[in-house]
Structure formats: C-alpha cells, structure tokens
C-alpha cells in the first residue's frame, strides 16, 4: 500500500467514525456516550459538529479514534469464536464500562 492509498483509507475511516458517531450522539446520548466511550464534552463537540467540518476532520493523516483493546482479557473475549450473542461480548462489555471515557485534549 502506498501513502496515497494509505491516506485514502485514513480519511475512509475517519468519516466513516465521526459520521456514525455524530449519528449515534443524535439518536441515543446516553448509549453513545458508553459505546462510543467518550466524555460529554468530546459528544457536545462532535454533536454540533456541520458536515463540512466532519470532511476537514477527516481529512487528517491521523486516526481520529483509538480501538479500546488496552487489556488482554477484553481482547480475547471479542475476539473469541464462540456465539456472537453469548457471554463472552456481555462480558466485554461490562469490561469496558470500567474503563474511564476519553477525555477530550
């Protein structure tokens, strides 16, 4: 992959992100705000944020959000072949609940 194609899919990433998010803000705060693991501060941000500005974002050569795979554990139960529907992404999730949100820099 080159850098062209490299930044390409950056900013694929980016406003695919940012889009879901500002969505996921918009229809349900409080389940956002746990999915998404962000503070207030970072949704009210995103939350107003126009459609011209989401594109300026995501135009950025760096990722605009982190993967929350810090633990081992919470790793390997999302990543686990067992049902998608059974205990294992139940426990993840209480996992991550225990993890403070991202406060916005």
Known sequence: MNNAELR???HELNLTYLMIAQQMLRADRDA???RLGVG???AD??????PAQI???AASEMLMFRLRF???AL???LASHANPRSMPQSHAAILMTGQPAEAMA
């Open 8 to 10: 390409n899919e950056l």
């Open 32 to 34: 956002a705000l746990y």
């Open 40 to 42: 207030q501060e970072f």
């Open 45 to 50: 941000v995103l939350e107003r944020l126009t």
């Open 55 to 57: 594109l300026k974002m």
């Open 70 to 72: 810090d633990e081992r």
């Open 75 to 77: 790793l390997g139960l």
